[in-house]
């Protein structure tokens, strides 16, 4: 079965730090992988998705994710916090074979002043 | 955004009482889920929906009960509410054959007492 790790439940970075948000999943066949943010008392808003192609993807916010399958990781990147980003962010995994959707238990982003 | 509501959107009810709790959509899209987030589990899945009256369990599907009569509404029972169901719950939609991401609504914020 399809699931995903996230590593470390709370990330504080200072504002303008590098953002690296870490993600492994398992799948024993070719994967589907989003990262979700949400934000408080919101719901989940999608911020990118792999499916196929381009392993490098770019998504909303200036966040970007790359997909490595030799390191079965996802893990979301952005250059340059901003206090706006304070928020849960959250993995998933998905494929063409299942009709649901497994996701990480989360990551809580500080962005300290 | 994706046209989804949640109602209620805030609920206490004791325990041993009935609770259904509904998702309604206007995108039309197939597939739609129902999901329980709980601190440190991240988002689990209950049960989902592949169209209307098809529907299947998730993870976590023990003590819920779902209907779809039709496209654009999900129904989420709790027969008999225990305190260990009090969590927040999300639908979510999506559109397979587009793409595979979901959508989310707002979130019901359910507590039993």
């Known amino acids: 079965a399809q699931s995903v790790t996230q590593l470390g439940s709370h990330v504080s970075v200072s504002e303008g730090a590098l953002v690296l948000l870490r993600c492994n999943y398992s799948?024993?066949?070719?994967?589907?992988l989003f990262w979700y943010v949400q934000y408080p008392n919101q719901g989940l808003q999608l911020l990118l998705k792999?499916?196929?192609?381009?392993?490098l993807v770019k998504g909303i916010n200036g966040f970007e994710a790359e997909f490595k399958k030799s390191e079965t990781s996802f893990h979301l990147t952005k250059p340059s916090a901003h206090m706006s980003d304070a928020a849960e962010y959250f993995c998933a995994v998905s494929d063409v074979n299942n009709n649901d959707m497994r996701f990480g238990a989360g990551t809580r982003l500080t962005v300290k002043p | 955004d994706a046209g989804i509501t949640q109602s209620p959107r805030h609920k206490v009810t004791e325990t041993g009482t009935p609770v259904t709790l509904r998702c309604h959509q206007t995108?039309?899209?197939?597939?739609m889920y129902w999901y329980r987030q709980d601190p440190g589990h991240g988002l689990r899945l209950i049960h989902y929906s592949y169209g209307v009256k098809d529907t299947d369990k998730g993870e976590v599907s023990d003590g819920y009960s779902v209907s779809r009569s039709k496209t654009e509404d999900f129904l989420l029972t709790l027969e008999s509410a225990t305190s260990s169901q009090t969590s927040v719950y999300f639908c979510?939609?999506?559109?397979?054959?587009?793409?595979?991401?979901?959508?989310f609504g707002p979130g019901t914020r359910l507590t039993v007492t």
């Open positions: 799948s024993s066949v070719p994967p589907y």
């Open positions: 979510a939609i999506s559109d397979r054959l587009a793409s595979y991401e979901q959508y």
């Open positions: 995108e039309n899209h197939r597939y």
């Open positions: 792999y499916t196929t192609g381009a392993t």
